[in-house]
């Protein structure tokens, strides 16, 4: 195994601070946009707050001790956590354990403990496609060659959170699985016939459920039906033309008294668009735009490939939940219920999201120790049409 040293670069600081300003936001917004639905339902205007911090300083302990620990040591962890996943989304679906909500079963609750498996899945199923990945050694990777380690899990997987039903989720693991075979380096036409494949069998699952085929049609037209099928988007629509470009003002939100649905996590963006206006709005997406730059920039320094594979799975997964939360709240995209990353109320989805940060975070601090003169494994890359990349000695004047 090569030497490693590690250094707290730049990025490791930026990537941190982007993150605790997305934290800071949840803690200002949370209590703003729950404190009716919190005072209603429990008596204390705080009670999702208080929760909220609680999650946090367990996330945050994930991400310093994630953020510490040599990562490569995680890929032992690999297919266990694809047992646990397994495990626990097939526990969801059985008496006695699931627990049902909002007309869906995703929680397992233990001693009063409530659990959502499905956040578990998108990032143990990360970390299961970066070890299948690196281990193949070949460069383009072939889907073929991946279809009993990969695909079969995949669609176990999905199968078990489509039976709950969460398409939200599963579209976030596909997503992931994309970015991850792109980084490898697998040709553009497998790539796009994954894709096509991908998206036909997200057009059968939207089709063969009512609610979803609702969600569908209420997204293209949401006025057609506006007290039933499209009143979400419209109450959220008239959330940010309340807001305008000043905001109502910080905890003067109306559409939280009953009219926008989850207020403090689906549509917690629609909150800050009422509350803070434009410039509210406006912030979160460039915290959000600098944070999958710096991703990027971070995932392009790795010099291992697991390194390279992981990072890039992991900012996947953050920034198109991110991507798809504000294009469903603002009617841009049909809505799939899934949260906005490290500002809306979960527990479940926080402290893996900062996990997976800590992880990001650890890949920033290490850098290989290589002689002078050695490639480094970025070099030694493959074109995507398979070829090897020619030789630069000669290359010019050699004629």
């Known amino acids: ?35 009716v639905v919190a005072y209603l339902g429990h008596k204390d205007s705080f009670f999702f707050l208080w929760r909220q911090l609680a999650y946090l300083a367990l996330g945050v302990t994930l991400l310093f001790v994630f953020s510490k620990i040599d990562y490569r040591w995680l890929r032992k962890l690999a297919p266990l956590g694809m047992l646990a996943t397994f495990i626990t989304l097939a526990m969801v679906l059985m008496p006695g354990f699931g627990r049902a909500a909002g007309g869906a079963s995703r929680w397992i609750e233990l001693a009063g403990f409530r659990f959502q498996p499905s956040e578990m899945a998108k990032l143990s199923f990360v970390l299961y496609t970066a070890d299948v990945l690196a281990r193949s050694g070949k460069n383009p990777v072939k889907l073929t060659e991946l279809a009993k380690p990969l695909g079969i899990p995949f669609l176990i997987v999905g199968a078990l959170i489509m039976k709950q039903p969460d398409l939200g989720t599963f579209l976030i693991i596909a997503i992931s699985v994309f970015s991850m075979l792109f980084i490898s ?36 037209d949401p006025w057609a039906d506006p007290k039933k099928k499209g009143f979400q988007i419209i109450q959220s629509l008239l959330a940010f033309g309340s807001g305008g470009l000043h905001g109502v003002g910080l905890g003067l939100s109306r559409q939280k008294f009953g009219y926008l649905p989850a207020p403090y996590t ?37 010099e291992d490939r697991f390194a390279r594979l992981l990072g890039g799975g992991i900012g996947a997964m953050i920034i198109s939940q991110a991507v798809i939360n504000m294009g469903a709240v603002t009617g841009i995209m049909p809505i799939t219920g899934i949260p906005l990353p490290l500002i809306s109320f979960g527990g479940t989805s926080l402290v893996l999201t900062l996990a997976g940060i800590g992880i990001l975070l650890n890949l920033t601090t290490r850098t290989r120790n290589k002689k002078r003169g050695v490639k480094s494994e970025n070099n030694d890359l493959r074109r995507r049409n398979g070829r090897p990349r020619l030789s630069q000695i000669g290359a010019r004047g050699s004629a």
């Open 1 to 35: 195994m090569p030497s490693v040293s590690r250094t707290k670069t730049p990025i490791y600081y930026t990537l941190l601070s982007l993150t605790f300003i997305l934290l800071a936001f949840g803690i200002v917004m949370i209590p703003s946009a729950s404190s």
């Open 266 to 302: 689906d549509f917690i963006f629609a909150v800050i668009g009422e509350e803070l206006g434009l410039p509210g709005t406006l912030t979160v997406v460039f915290v959000f735009l600098l944070l999958a730059l710096v991703i990027m920039v971070a995932v392009r320094r790795c």
């Open 185 to 220: 380096g697998t040709r553009l036409r497998e790539l796009f016939a994954a894709a096509a494949a991908g998206l036909f069998m997200i057009a059968m699952l939207i089709l063969v459920e009512p609610y979803r085929f609702a969600r569908l049609t209420a997204f293209l």
